[in-house]
């Protein structure tokens, strides 16, 4: 094997470091020069590689399921900078391996954006993958939701060993049946709580198409209650408490212990996947909490219908200043039809202090036709951001805002307040 | 901030709907809502009840018997796989809809259901599906999927924005006009410049996002339309539509 392309690609990932830049050069530079470095060092992993992929919830998920296995004293290789690009594992794989292109981990838990895992997928197969769910997003990129569960479906069929899937998503739990090697299990929710997590079909659709219940879930998430959770792993119902906040990464935290059983099998510590679970923190922009003049502020990502009701579903706008920020670059979507697959009823009463984003305007004219007080419009990140903490001093903020939104938003927090800067 | 807006732009006080009701009917909600079509029918819904008037949304799906007395029909876009859930169903409907096209009901139809109004849509691998009659178009499949934003000109309307996410290439026959012409973007083929169609008081485009907050001049012609013919007329008082204006002149600055 000649080293030449790894130590290239190092010296390409130190040297873009130093300038600041974007973490997928190195990863070009080493596909180019040796495209089968990234199969070589992770095929060699005692426990493989668990791929998570689907619409929404992917990172904090990813975060979990990391947590879940490290806490089981495994050492696991991730891609911690939400790139999830092949090019951006190829990169954070660079910043891992010895020279000689080997990775010293257990196994590898890799974040791919649904279009990106099927190339992964055919370089490295996976042992396991995790799929979440397909919600309308992006439909500028993928054309049709139908189009992106053929995505994930030929990520499950390059599946070697068990597919996790989601119980309740109908277009998810159909993959099963596409599967011919890997063997498929699954998370779900308890009836009582089907009607909180509406998947595509129901947002607009009136009645639900009922999910095939009587598939046999591994991980069931039973009840949420303010900060604490039930599940029922394997008929055993369990509880804990979680820093996580929202009710759609409580859901997904089923999804993660599904996928560390998975992969642990029968060396799985119940009590001790609880306690790791218990100790995640919600990853950047998943409605972490920021200090502000001593008030929290907290940051939560939208970018599609689903994760947009959610969010609003999950966090009270009682009491609380609200400014919502709208960006439509590539990464958001140009598309702002989705928009209007929210209903904002529940900002109603709370109004929302400020608009901003590119499209501030196409935001506050779906607010005004769902009678949302608004109190003020402004396009530009930096500025509306200033008046709104400004005019909110003393008071818990919130900030609903789309991707580059968010990137904008923490480097101008970042000014002011500790914040984790993600480029 | 950086354009201004009056006060009465950022709300609209709610009014009794004293004026009398407009049924309002949604085609295939269930199956074929794919692109925010819900905007399309709040709109309609909201500008209704700023000016004093009700609005009864009804919803016409897979197996409904369809609703007598409907003032205004308003049709989506759908997946390739909505749309052959409805086909038998809207082949079985298609002798009303195209009476009421005929008899002057305002409709509007977007994307999927603007091809299902046409007389064929000839699939990418030659299959011939039939449309509804009710405008003489015809789709052809393509290999390409046209996505953008779009501007087209209008001499009823003025300008029309919105955002297209299409394969099918439509082609207007003589029985048809254009809605308008494309400034930016696709439209209804990469052949011709145009973008929908217009017959009678149907109004057909590709374009979403949605269509009718940005383009209320298009929801009041829907409106009007239909008061006029309820109930004789229209009490047309001008809403404040500053916030609408300055969406189209964002959304004009954005790329394709």
């Given at each position: 094997m000649n080293p030449l392309?790894?130590?290239?690609?190092?010296?390409?990932?130190i040297?873009?470091?130093?300038r600041?830049?974007?973490s997928?050069?190195?990863?070009l530079?080493?596909e180019?020069l040796d495209?089968?470095f990234?199969g070589?060092?992770?095929?060699?992993?005692?426990?493989?590689?668990?791929?998570?992929s689907?619409?929404n919830?992917?990172?904090t998920?990813?975060k979990?399921?990391?947590e879940?296995?490290?806490g089981?004293?495994l050492?696991?290789?991730?891609n911690?900078?939400?790139?999830?690009?092949?090019?951006?594992v190829?990169a954070?794989?660079?910043?891992?391996?010895?020279?000689?292109?080997?990775?010293?981990a257990?196994v590898?838990v890799?974040?791919?954006?649904e279009?990106?895992?099927?190339?992964?997928v055919?370089?490295?197969p996976?042992?396991?993958?995790?799929?979440?769910?397909?919600?309308r997003?992006?439909?500028?990129?993928?054309g049709?939701?139908?189009?992106?569960?053929?995505?994930?479906e030929?990520?499950?069929?390059a599946?070697?060993?068990t597919?996790?899937?989601?119980?309740?998503?109908?277009?998810v739990?159909?993959i099963a049946?596409s599967?011919?090697q890997?063997r498929?299990?699954?998370f779900?929710?308890?009836e009582?709580?089907?009607?909180t997590?509406p998947?595509?079909d129901e947002?607009?659709?009136?009645?639900?198409?009922?999910?095939a219940?009587?598939l046999?879930a591994?991980?069931?998430l039973?009840a949420?209650?303010g900060?604490?959770?039930e599940f029922?792993?394997?008929?055993?119902r369990?509880s804990t408490?979680?820093r996580?906040r929202g009710?759609?990464?409580?859901f997904?935290?089923?999804?993660?212990l599904?996928?560390?059983?998975?992969v642990l099998?029968g060396a799985a510590?119940?009590?001790r996947l609880l306690?790791?679970?218990a100790?995640?923190?919600p990853?950047?922009g998943?409605?972490?909490?920021i200090?502000?003049?001593?008030?929290p502020?907290?940051?939560?990502l939208?970018k599609n219908?689903?994760?947009?009701?959610l969010g609003?579903?999950?966090?009270?706008p009682?009491?609380?200043?609200?400014?919502i920020a709208?960006?439509?670059n590539?990464?958001d979507?140009r598309d702002?039809?989705?928009?209007?697959?929210?209903?904002f009823?529940?900002?109603?009463?709370?109004g929302v202090?400020?608009v901003?984003g590119?499209?501030a305007?196409?935001m506050a004219?779906?607010?005004?036709?769902d009678?949302?007080?608004i109190?003020g419009?402004e396009?530009?990140?930096?500025?509306?951001l200033?008046?709104?903490i400004?005019?909110s001093?003393?008071?818990p903020r919130r900030?609903f805002?789309?991707?580059?939104?968010?990137?904008?938003v923490?480097r101008e927090?970042?000014?002011i307040?500790?914040v984790?800067v993600?480029s | 901030m950086?354009d201004?807006?009056?006060?009465?732009?950022l709300?609209e006080?709610?009014?009794d709907p004293s004026?009398?009701?407009?049924?309002i009917?949604q085609?295939y909600?269930?199956?074929?809502?794919?692109?925010?079509?819900?905007?399309?029918v709040?709109v309609?819904?909201?500008?209704l009840?700023?000016?004093?008037?009700g609005?009864?949304i009804?919803e016409?799906n897979?197996?409904?018997?369809?609703?007598?007395?409907v003032d205004l029909?308003?049709g989506?876009g759908?997946?390739?796989s909505g749309?052959?859930?409805i086909?038998?169903d809207?082949?079985?409907v298609?002798p009303?809809?195209r009476?009421?096209?005929?008899?002057?009901?305002p409709?509007?139809?977007?994307?999927?259901?603007?091809?299902?109004f046409?007389t064929?849509?000839?699939?990418y691998?030659?299959i011939?599906i039939?449309?509804?009659?009710?405008?003489?178009?015809e789709?052809?499949g393509g290999?390409?999927?046209?996505?953008?934003?779009v501007?087209?000109?209008s001499?009823?309307?003025?300008?029309?924005?919105g955002y297209?996410?299409?394969?099918?290439?439509?082609f207007?026959g003589?029985?048809?006009s254009?809605?308008?012409t494309?400034l930016k973007?696709?439209g209804n083929n990469?052949e011709?410049?145009?973008?929908g169609?217009?017959y009678?008081?149907?109004?057909?485009?590709?374009?979403h996002?949605?269509?009718?907050p940005?383009n209320p001049?298009?929801?009041?012609?829907?409106?009007?339309?239909?008061?006029?013919r309820?109930?004789?007329?229209?009490?047309d008082?001008?809403l404040?539509?500053?916030?609408?204006?300055?969406?189209r002149k964002?959304?004009a600055e954005?790329?394709?």
């Amino acid at each position: 094997m000649n080293p030449l392309p790894v130590l290239l690609g190092k010296i390409v990932r130190i040297a873009s470091r130093l300038r600041g830049g974007g973490s997928a050069l190195p990863g070009l530079v080493v596909e180019r020069l040796d495209p089968g470095f990234m199969g070589r060092a992770l095929s060699a992993l005692p426990h493989g590689v668990v791929v998570v992929s689907g619409t929404n919830g992917k990172t904090t998920t990813t975060k979990m399921v990391v947590e879940l296995l490290e806490g089981q004293g495994l050492s696991v290789f991730t891609n911690r900078t939400g790139s999830n690009f092949t090019r951006g594992v190829a990169a954070a794989l660079l910043g891992e391996v010895d020279w000689r292109g080997r990775l010293v981990a257990d196994v590898a838990v890799l974040e791919l954006d649904e279009a990106h895992a099927v190339h992964f997928v055919k370089l490295v197969p996976p042992k396991y993958s995790l799929l979440l769910n397909v919600l309308r997003d992006q439909l500028d990129r993928f054309g049709e939701i139908d189009a992106t569960t053929r995505l994930l479906e030929r990520i499950a069929t390059a599946t070697t060993g068990t597919v996790v899937l989601n119980r309740e998503d109908p277009r998810v739990a159909g993959i099963a049946s596409s599967l011919t090697q890997a063997r498929a299990v699954y998370f779900g929710l308890d009836e009582s709580l089907r009607s909180t997590f509406p998947n595509d079909d129901e947002l607009r659709g009136a009645e639900g198409t009922a999910p095939a219940a009587a598939l046999p879930a591994d991980v069931v998430l039973s009840a949420v209650e303010g900060d604490s959770a039930e599940f029922d792993i394997d008929g055993l119902r369990v509880s804990t408490g979680l820093r996580l906040r929202g009710v759609y990464n409580i859901f997904n935290a089923a999804a993660a212990l599904a996928a560390a059983r998975a992969v642990l099998g029968g060396a799985a510590d119940i009590d001790r996947l609880l306690r790791s679970l218990a100790a995640v923190e919600p990853a950047f922009g998943r409605g972490e909490s920021i200090l502000v003049d001593g008030r929290p502020l907290e940051l939560v990502l939208v970018k599609n219908p689903s994760g947009f009701r959610l969010g609003l579903k999950s966090f009270d706008p009682a009491g609380h200043a609200t400014m919502i920020a709208i960006n439509d670059n590539y990464a958001d979507g140009r598309d702002m039809s989705w928009l209007w697959d929210v209903d904002f009823d529940s900002l109603g009463a709370a109004g929302v202090d400020m608009v901003s984003g590119a499209r501030a305007y196409d935001m506050a004219l779906r607010l005004k036709y769902d009678a949302v007080r608004i109190g003020g419009v402004e396009p530009d990140i930096t500025a509306a951001l200033k008046a709104f903490i400004t005019g909110s001093a003393g008071q818990p903020r919130r900030i609903f805002c789309t991707y580059t939104a968010m990137l904008a938003v923490r480097r101008e927090l970042s000014k002011i307040a500790k914040v984790e800067v993600v480029s | 901030m950086s354009d201004a807006l009056s006060a009465g732009a950022l709300s609209e006080p709610a009014a009794d709907p004293s004026k009398g009701s407009l049924r309002i009917l949604q085609l295939y909600p269930r199956d074929m809502n794919i692109y925010g079509d819900y905007g399309n029918v709040l709109v309609l819904k909201q500008r209704l009840a700023w000016r004093g008037y009700g609005a009864e949304i009804l919803e016409h799906n897979v197996g409904d018997s369809f609703p007598s007395d409907v003032d205004l029909v308003v049709g989506g876009g759908g997946q390739d796989s909505g749309q052959v859930v409805i086909q038998d169903d809207l082949q079985s409907v298609a002798p009303t809809l195209r009476g009421l096209a005929e008899d002057g009901t305002p409709m509007l139809v977007i994307c999927g259901m603007y091809q299902l109004f046409g007389t064929v849509f000839r699939t990418y691998d030659g299959i011939d599906i039939p449309g509804i009659n009710v405008l003489d178009l015809e789709t052809r499949g393509g290999s390409e999927r046209l996505i953008g934003n779009v501007v087209a000109t209008s001499t009823e309307f003025g300008e029309v924005h919105g955002y297209e996410n299409h394969s099918g290439q439509t082609f207007l026959g003589d029985g048809v006009s254009p809605l308008g012409t494309v400034l930016k973007g696709a439209g209804n083929n990469t052949e011709d410049q145009y973008e929908g169609a217009r017959y009678r008081n149907v109004v057909a485009s590709y374009l979403h996002g949605s269509l009718l907050p940005k383009n209320p001049a298009v929801a009041d012609f829907l409106l009007r339309t239909a008061a006029k013919r309820k109930f004789g007329s229209f009490d047309d008082d001008g809403l404040d539509d500053s916030l609408a204006e300055l969406a189209r002149k964002h959304a004009a600055e954005r790329p394709r």
